[in-house]
């Protein structure tokens, strides 16, 4: 069976078509400036060169319908015709408290996503572009959507809830979703089958570290807490982002800087953060080479950054009455042995003790704790694509058998779905 996955932005479309036979990726690309004057496109099939354009690529429609024809094409494609595309999962950020598990697109779905563009307003409206081009283009094929904060949906009331009054919650839907849901149910799902299952792993932390980043807290496989909020911009010091602060600061720089809703909102999203703090990058790359040169802000910003993860580590082994095991995924969790060193330095009260020989490691899955340590600490490369794929597959075989039981129970022939 074969499954395009579309990842849509507000300006780009990233997508990984997967023969879920072996769940080999046969194609993956990404396209970026949409809607600008020049507008680049990189297509990577398996086993061939990679292929770059630059062009103007006017809306999403005609991005996914070039990447449709990338896919087919005789000398850059890897099938031979889109009847072969037995499903499109299709990444979706936000589905409110309506969505806890990926489901089937249908008009009332596009519906319920299109109610949560207020709390996902850059990301949500690109989805649906994105699931209406494909629809357009792929009338027949089943589409589904995996939202970003479905894994989320286990937490308990006392984590999703704020101490604001109940009304906010009842009228507005003010409260805790959590995003990356689709990563740290990978992760950690990944952590429980090298550990042996539940029993020996009941209590995860998942780190999801990238420019964006979120921790979770995971008792027996479910989601309990998570450090993004109604927003991603709740939590942790990210890249670009301030995490947690005390929300009174909002009115207090409005008034003192004359910033509008809108600007304030710019100013922690995609100022503050790493950047904002260091005034270098938001890269810890480029701001661990300023440390290095003695840049005062720089190591100011790696300081505030190790102290919000683990404050938020410290925290959730607290929730759970202790932690199993401690996973790193994304960009900085995967490749950045300098700070899951310095992460992990000091989490020894929990029985967390991290092996500087086995941490030297990039982007690979493996566990980086020593042999003797209570807590296992894994390095756990994330792969939200294959989740989609997986969930996709799984989506089109229940359909498959509602459609045979139906069938049955009206004595009529089964009809063949050959391509699954
Ligand atoms: P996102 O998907 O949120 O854009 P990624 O998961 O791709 O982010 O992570 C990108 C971030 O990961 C970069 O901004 C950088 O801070 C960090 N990163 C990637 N590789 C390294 C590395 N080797 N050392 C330190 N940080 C890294």
Request: aromatic content about 6%.
């Amino acid at each position: 069976m074969i499954v395009l996955v579309i990842n849509c932005g507000s300006s780009s479309i990233k997508y990984q078509l997967f023969d879920m036979r072996n769940e080999a990726v046969l194609a993956k690309g990404l396209m970026e400036r949409i809607g600008m004057d020049k507008a680049s496109f990189i297509h990577q099939p398996a086993h061939k060169d990679r292929v770059t354009l630059s062009r103007p690529i006017n809306d999403h429609g005609v991005g996914i319908r070039m990447v449709l024809d990338s896919l087919v094409d005789p000398t850059i494609g890897v099938i031979e015709s889109l009847n072969e595309i037995a499903a499109v999962g299709h990444r979706v950020l936000h589905g409110g408290m309506k969505f806890s598990d990926s489901v089937l697109i249908t008009p009332d779905v596009i519906e319920a996503i299109e109610e949560c563009v207020e709390l996902g307003p850059l990301h949500n409206p690109a989805n649906i572009l994105g699931i209406k081009a494909c629809e357009k283009l792929m009338p027949d094929v089943p589409q589904i959507a995996v939202f970003d904060t479905g894994f989320h949906q286990t937490m308990p009331p006392h984590a999703y809830l704020y101490g604001l009054p109940y009304e906010a919650f009842e009228k507005y839907g003010v409260r805790r979703y959590g995003f990356h849901g689709t990563s740290h149910r990978y992760v950690s799902q990944r952590a429980l089958a090298l550990m042996g299952g539940v029993e020996k792993a009941r209590r995860i932390i998942t780190c999801h570290l990238g420019n964006g980043a979120s921790v979770a807290a995971i008792l027996n496989g479910c989601c309990v807490d998570t450090s993004m909020g109604l927003t991603p911009l709740e939590g942790l010091v990210m890249g670009t982002r301030c995490g947690d602060i005390d929300p009174a600061i909002i009115p207090f720089l409005m008034k003192k800087t004359g910033m509008s809703p809108e600007e304030i909102d710019a100013y922690m999203n995609k100022k503050s953060g790493l950047l904002g703090l260091s005034g270098i990058s938001n890269d810890v790359r480029d701001i661990e080479e300023a440390a290095l040169q003695g840049h005062n802000r720089a190591n100011i910003a790696l300081e505030v950054y190790v102290h919000s993860i683990r404050k938020y580590i410290g925290s959730y082994a607290a929730t759970m009455g202790g932690v199993d095991a401690i996973v790193f995924t994304a960009g900085l969790g995967e490749n950045s042995i300098s700070m899951r060193s310095r992460i992990c330095h000091g989490l020894e009260f929990l029985g967390a003790y991290i092996d500087t020989n086995k941490n030297s490691v990039y982007g690979k899955e493996t566990e980086i704790s020593t042999d003797s340590s209570p807590v296992k600490i894994f390095v756990i490369p994330t792969n939200e694509e294959l989740v989609i794929a997986r969930d996709s597959v799984g989506i089109c075989a229940k359909l498959q058998n509602a459609d045979q039981s139906q069938n049955a129970a009206l004595g009529a022939p089964r009809r063949a779905h050959s391509s699954l």
